[in-house]
C-alpha cells in the first residue's frame, strides 16, 4: 500500500514538488495508487509561503484539543474501539502519546521506543501498514488486547513525517475504509498546520473557541476543494437571508449559518475518483456519494461544540416527499433549517458550472425551484424564496439605471 498524490483539479503545479521532496526523504510515495491525502493538501503548500511554518518536530507545538479533533475523525468514521496518536520527539528519540482514546485511553502522555507500534517504520518509509493482530507478540501495544486488527498512518506537516496515528478495532478494514482514513488524516494535518501557523495567537487560556474550530473545519474544506469552499460560503449568505425572512431567532441563525458552512464536510470522506470525476456517476458510486451526510454526522457529532449544527449536513438532501437520503425523512420530520437550505443549496447548485454539464440559465433555475414544490421542497418555503429573488432583481434593476 502506498500513499498518493492526487491528480485532482489544480494540483499539478505542486507535483514536480511534492515528488522531489518525498524522494529526498525517501518517503516512497508513489503517484496515481490510490485515493489521495498528500496531494489535496500539499497543493495548497505554495499558496501559503506568507506564513510562518511552525516546527513539526515540537510535540507540545500541536494544541491537544486539535490533536484530539484530528484523532476523533476516523475513531468516528471507522466505528474504532481504539485509538491513539503520537508524535516523534527527536529531543528524546522517542514517540509521545499525545491523545488516545477508547481502549487505549490509558496510553495518552507515555513514552515510547520510536519502534513502538510500527511508528519507525511507517514514518521511514511513509507507508500505513495494517496487521492483524493473533497473538501478543504482533500487537503494536503488548499489555491491550482489545483490537483484532490495526492500521498505523504516518502524519505529515510540511512534507515531512513528524508522528503516527493508530486506530484499532476487531473487525477487518475495507480498502474504502482506509482510503477514507488516509484522506481525513492527511488533510486535517496539513490544515491543523497551517491554521496554527497563520493564526499564532488563536490559542488563549481557555483553549478554542466553537468559532475558532469553525474556521478550522471550514480551512479543511477549502483545502480539500475550493469549488465546495465557494458554494458553501455562497449558499451560506443566502442562507442567512432567507431565515431572517421566515423569522428564525437569532441562535437558530447562528446554528442553520455554521452547519451550512459545513454541509459538505461529509465529502472529505469521499474518494477523489468520485468527487472529482468529470463526468455522471455509475449507480454504485452514488451509493458512496450520498454516504457524505452520515460521514458529516458521524466527523461532527464527536465534536461537543458542534451537536447543535447537524441538521443541514445531515439532513440537506433530504426531500419534503419522503424520496431524500439517508434517511428518507418525509415533511416536518425534516428539520426546517435543512427545508430551507435544501433549496438554496439546488438553486446555487444548477446555476454554476460542474464538470458534466453547464449551468443552467437563472430563469430556468427558477421554474424548476417553482415546479419542485411540493415534491422536492417545502411548499411554503419556495414562494418566500423566490419572492426574495425577485426582490433582488428589482433592485438590480433600479441601481442598474
Known sequence: MYFYISRSPNCYESISMIQHTCNHHHLGVHLDQMPG????????????????????????AYPEELLGMLLDQPVALLQASAASLGLYDPTSDRIVIKVARGDWSMLAGQHFDRSIGKAD????????????????????????????????????????????LWIGRQAEFTTHELHVLMNITGIATHAMTAFMSS?????????????????????????????????????????MRLTKRIGLSRIEQDQARKGALLHDIGKLAIPDAIL???????????????????YAYQMLSSIPCFRSILDIPYAHHERWDGAGYPRGLVGEAIPLSARLFAVIDVWDALRSDRPYRR???????????QSQAGRHFDPRIVPVFLEMLAEDDQYISEWSQ
Open 121 to 164: 517504520q511507517v514514518m521511514t518509509s511513509g507507508q500505513p501498514y495494517t496487521w492483524h493482530v493473533h497473538d501478543q507478540s504482533h500487537h503494536p501495544f503488548e499489555w491491550v488486547e482489545t483490537a483484532s486488527t490495526v492500521v498505523c498512518v504516518p502524519l505529515f506537516a510540511q512534507l515531512l513525517p513528524f508522528g503516527v
Open 37 to 60: 491525502i498528500l496531494g489535496v493538501a500539499t497543493r495548497h503548500l505554495t499558496q501559503t509561503t506568507s506564513i510562518n511554518p511552525i516546527n513539526p518536530y515540537v510535540p507540545d
Open 276 to 294: 472529482f470525476k468529470p463526468g455522471p456517476l455509475t449507480p454504485e458510486e452514488w451509493q458512496i456519494m450520498r454516504r457524505h451526510p452520515v
Open 359 to 369: 449551468a443552467w440559465p437563472e430563469a430556468r433555475v427558477r421554474e424548476y425551484i
Open 199 to 239: 493564526q499564532p495567537n488563536y490559542v488563549s487560556q481557555n483553549g478554542f473557541s466553537s468559532e475558532k474550530i469553525l474556521d478550522f473545519w471550514v480551512s479543511l474544506l477549502a483545502l480539500r476543494d475550493s469549488d465546495t469552499d465557494t458554494h458553501s460560503h455562497q449558499t451560506t449568505r443566502m442562507l
